[in-house]
């Protein structure tokens, strides 16, 4: 009798990890999730999976670790003994990248490289899959449009930089080893689990705190950087598509549309019947020390060989988070009259 399919996830308390999680629960996994011990508990976006009618938790394991910690991060993966390790954890914030490089740098570069190696080391005596979770940005200052899987890099952040070396240092392993290792090249996915720093997420919980009174003011930087923005709950099953294919590969996942910054915010505000004109300002601080004029991504691999498409338009993605984020203001709200 085979044994229930076992995946490892680093980064799972994050925006992707925890739909990923989901969806593996889901097709029946015993999901691990790798989680970095800190004073408070950080599980929000996965604490409802252990309260799932159908007992979802009993097949869902946290387990702390680092992944600059190479040595007790190969002998967790040799414990568990995964059949798919999705490698999702980053510093993933590219501004806040050129404020912590070393740190960003380390997690992203060296972490995706204790990841392969640990990966390598199993696969000895259980094969095993390893998805690197690749980014847009290290398309960076390209003057192709869209981009696709033979576009050259041009990274500009040190965030970029460590995708770029974990991205070769996944197919090197690939190449050299045999490994079943797989980038997924994510363009913009966005969701209501989205971090509240991110630019979408802070366009559109602002605008409904600016349509509840809770705010008066919504500063961004840019406005003009136009992205390929998606669905994260699409994209994750992108990521294990990957991991089902035959051969390892290299895949774009994106929708093959761009907005500018601008866009994104005229239609969340536009939806909540704002004028955004009146309560948004430009902040120099939110500017990145080197812009990344545009990405949009050419899906095309993807929806060949995976048979992938992204199901969620631009618009459903805005009405989805502005109505998670309405509700949220309108609850903190309700908070704040009764202690008055």
Not at 41 to 55: A, F, G, K, Q
Not at 229 to 251: N, R, T
Request: include cysteine; hydrophobic fraction near 35%; charged fraction near 25%.
């Amino acid at each position: 009798m085979s044994r229930t399919r076992r995946a490892l996830v680093t980064g799972i308390t994050g925006q992707d990890g925890s739909y990923l999680a989901e969806l593996l629960l889901a097709k029946g996994y015993e999901v691990h999730g790798l989680v970095r011990r800190s004073s408070s508990l950080n599980t929000s976006r996965i604490d409802h999976l252990y309260e799932d009618p159908h007992e979802s938790s009993a097949k869902l394991f946290l387990h702390y670790g680092d992944l600059t910690d190479g040595n007790s991060l190969t002998r967790l993966v040799l414990e568990i003994q995964p059949d798919e390790i999705y490698n999702l954890a980053a510093q993933s914030h590219v501004r806040v990248s050129f404020d912590m490089p070393v740190y960003s740098v380390n997690v992203g570069a060296i972490g995706a490289l204790n990841i392969l190696e640990a990966a390598r080391q199993l696969n000895r005596t259980h094969e095993v899959r390893v998805y690197q979770a690749s980014s847009s940005e290290m398309f960076g200052d390209t003057t192709e449009v869209p981009q696709s899987e033979a576009t050259m890099f041009r990274p500009r952040s040190p965030y970029a930089c460590a995708k770029v070396f974990a991205f070769h240092q996944t197919v090197n392993y690939r190449e050299s080893y045999d490994l079943f290792a797989s980038n997924g090249i994510l363009f913009n996915h966005e969701s209501p689990r989205r971090g509240i720093t991110f630019v979408t997420r802070k366009i559109t919980r602002a605008a409904c705190r600016i349509k509840e009174g809770l705010q008066d003011k919504l500063y961004l930087g840019n406005l003009d950087a136009r992205r390929d923005w998606g669905f994260a709950k699409d994209y994750v099953e992108a990521m294990w598509l990957m991991l089902q294919h035959d051969q390892p590969d290299d895949f774009v996942v994106a929708t093959g549309e761009d907005h500018t910054v601008r866009e994104f915010l005229e239609e969340v505000f536009d939806y909540l019947e704002l004028d955004c004109d009146e309560y948004v300002g430009i902040d120099p601080r939110y500017f990145r020390p080197a812009e990344v004029p545009i990405l949009r991504g050419d899906y095309t691999k993807a929806k060949e060989i995976l048979g992938w498409e992204p199901a969620t338009s631009f618009k459903e993605l805005v009405r989805l988070m502005v109505e998670n984020d309405r509700a949220e203001a309108a609850l903190e709200k309700r908070v704040m009259e009764k202690q008055i």
